[in-house]
């Protein structure tokens, strides 16, 4: 089983500023098959990236997905109040499970 | 547009048993592989099973291996998961989302708004 090490746990910046969470795989990630979800609070989580750097419908491009084998980034640009949110990242490379990491909280100031 | 209703959440014994449903609209069910995911309360996104889009290959996470039951019915655009000897731990709202792709490796690109599940004496 993969296990993904999101850091850091809690991220705190200014509307305006740049966004740097990062997910980690305990192994490589096959095909680059690792997806970003955003999830506010009370709702269902949203996908925001998948295959490692290919937006989702609708999502605007202030977010990007980047890496390869172990190493994986989403950056967020140009911070906004909305992006308030907590951040997950999940495999889905090769076989099940499809595990997701645990987390990064961005708040907004 | 896409939609995913959970429903059969509830209170339950430890022990006892569930089955939660998700009726789908929108997109043709029977191409694409379905996915439960859970959330404990405060706590974050954990994958529970997969189905592929026939229903010929399953797969659970080792934390429900042997009491959870994912299965699906093609003709009735609705997605299941049976769970039997239900834990305190289960206790999560549990989401059913849908691939992305047919192949079930694949991110999940619709999500239901969830199903609460309390196992609790």
Redesign the interface.
């Given at each position: 089983?993969i296990v993904l090490t999101q850091s850091p746990g809690t991220l705190s910046l200014s509307p305006g500023e740049r966004a740097t969470l990062s997910c980690r795989a305990s192994q490589s990630v096959w095909?680059s098959?690792l997806?970003w979800?955003q999830?506010k609070a009370g709702q269902?989580?949203?996908?925001l990236i998948?295959?490692a750097s290919s937006r989702?419908?609708g999502i605007p491009d202030r977010f990007s997905g980047s890496g390869s084998g172990t190493d994986f980034t989403l950056t967020i640009s140009r911070l906004e109040p909305e992006d308030s949110a907590?951040y997950?990242c999940?495999q889905?490379?090769?076989?099940?499970?499809?595990?997701?990491?645990?987390?990064t909280n961005l708040e907004i100031k | 547009e896409v939609q995913l209703l959970e429903s059969g959440g509830d209170l339950a014994q430890p022990g006892g048993f569930l089955r939660l449903s998700c009726a789908v609209s929108g997109f043709t069910f029977a191409n694409y592989a379905m996915t439960w995911v859970r959330q404990a309360p405060g706590k974050g996104l954990e994958w529970v099973s997969v189905i592929n889009y026939s229903g010929g290959n399953t797969y659970n996470a080792d934390s429900v291996k042997g009491r959870f039951t994912i299965s699906r019915d093609n003709s009735k655009n609705t997605l299941f998961l049976q769970m039997n000897s239900l834990r305190v731990e289960d206790t999560a709202i549990y989401y059913c989302a849908k691939g992305r792709r047919s192949d079930w490796r694949s991110s999940l690109d619709s999500w239901g708004q969830g199903t609460l599940v309390t196992v609790s004496s």
């Open positions: 089983e095909s098959y997806a979800y999830q269902a989580p949203r996908l998948y295959d989702a419908t907590v997950y999940q889905y490379g090769s076989s099940p499970p499809y595990t997701f990491g645990q987390g | -």
